[in-house]
């Protein structure tokens, strides 16, 4: 009898062992940013893995590494989250053209990602990435314009003579206005700009005064043009081996994140106050002028998609642009 008992027992355990999944242990994220650590750009994510970091004690821990340049190049940031060295990174599209060539295509959205998740753009973008091994999180930093900084002065959209430092998300736009185009990266453009190498460069509303570019610049420009764009992403291999309480812990999280993103109008407000205060004058380009700006950027900004890949051009813009 007791030999009995025993075998229905172990039995009644291993069906129980079977139906109850085993409880997700805490999985820690080594993360990073393309942005300097500290930078006003790279603020909101760093409160949303301080945040994270409180909210997921048991479940969820970020390991933040710091970011770009103290960790190396931005633009090899998401080849190392692809290959597993990062699990997470916040980065701008096109810094990571070499791992999904058509992440440069959202410099182009015309929406924020609010609307991108109700429209059906958020699944496509997320789908594009996890063919890379990679998985999309959100956009953090949305909406908000690119800008042409300079040091000496114009008047209209023709830019021929102008020597401007650029990445490749605008060379093209800036070359068809007549620019002279130079490619560098972010840590050289203050003494590119002092030598006078270049005139100018194109950059968001935020961050010029965490690089000290405030001291070689005396002028930015309007209207901007594209839209500057923030994403957090991970590597797919991690996000699918967690357990779906801190899969739903991240999306919750990264929801209120996205809530937020007024914040970024709200604080290129203040930078552009800053700015002027710095004495750093705004040029405003005559309507006529300003009318060849605009669509420049958007014609050269598409015209360089479909050179990328022009079916994921045409399906990506019906998303992303405002109808």
């Known amino acids: 009898m007791l030999k009995v008992l025993t075998r229905n027992t172990v039995a009644a355990l291993a069906l129980l062992a079977t139906a109850v999944p085993a409880l997700a242990e805490e999985v820690t994220i080594r993360a990073v940013s393309g942005w300097t650590a500290g930078s006003i750009i790279a603020s909101r994510y760093e409160a949303f893995i301080d945040e994270l970091n409180e909210r997921g004690k048991g479940l969820v821990q970020i390991d933040y590494l710091g970011g770009a340049p103290a960790i190396g190049s931005p633009v090899q940031i998401v080849k190392k989250v692809k290959g597993g060295v990062y699990g997470m990174a916040y980065v701008t599209g096109g810094w990571y053209t070499n791992v999904l060539p058509e992440a440069d295509f959202f410099k182009l959205s015309e929406v924020d990602i609010a609307e991108l998740r109700q429209n059906g753009g958020y699944e496509y973008i997320q789908n594009l990435h996890a063919e890379k091994g990679l998985h999309y999180l959100?956009?953090?930093y949305d909406t908000s314009p690119?800008?042409?900084?300079?040091?000496k002065p114009i008047?209209?959209?023709d830019l021929s003579g102008i020597?401007?430092?650029?990445?490749?998300?605008?060379q093209a736009f800036f070359s068809a206005l007549g620019a002279s185009t130079h490619s560098a990266p972010v840590p050289e453009v203050y003494t590119l700009m002092e030598r006078g190498v270049v005139d100018g460069y194109g950059w968001v509303a935020e961050g010029i005064f965490d690089y000290s570019w405030d001291q070689v610049t005396k002028y930015r420009v309007e209207p901007g043009f594209f839209t500057g764009n923030g994403h957090v992403l991970m590597n797919l291999k991690l996000w699918e081996s967690m357990s779906e309480e801190q899969q739903a812990l991240l999306n919750?999280?990264?929801?209120?994140?996205?809530?937020?993103?007024?914040?970024?109008?709200?604080?290129?407000?203040?930078e552009i106050a800053r700015q002027t205060e710095a004495g750093i004058e705004t040029i405003v380009l005559p309507a006529d002028q300003a009318k060849i700006?605009?669509?420049?950027?958007?014609?050269?900004g598409w015209e360089e998609a479909r050179k990328i890949n022009a079916t994921?051009?045409?399906e990506i813009r019906a998303f992303i642009t405002q109808q």
């Open 155 to 157: 008047d209209s959209a």
């Open 163 to 170: 020597d401007i430092r650029v990445s490749t998300a605008y």
């Open 312 to 314: 994921v051009a045409d």
């Open 138 to 140: 959100g956009r953090t």
């Open 252 to 270: 919750e999280m990264m929801l209120e994140l996205e809530r937020g993103n007024y914040l970024v109008a709200e604080n290129d407000a203040r």
């Open 146 to 151: 690119y800008y042409l900084y300079l040091n």
């Open 293 to 300: 700006w605009n669509e420049t950027a958007r014609r050269v």
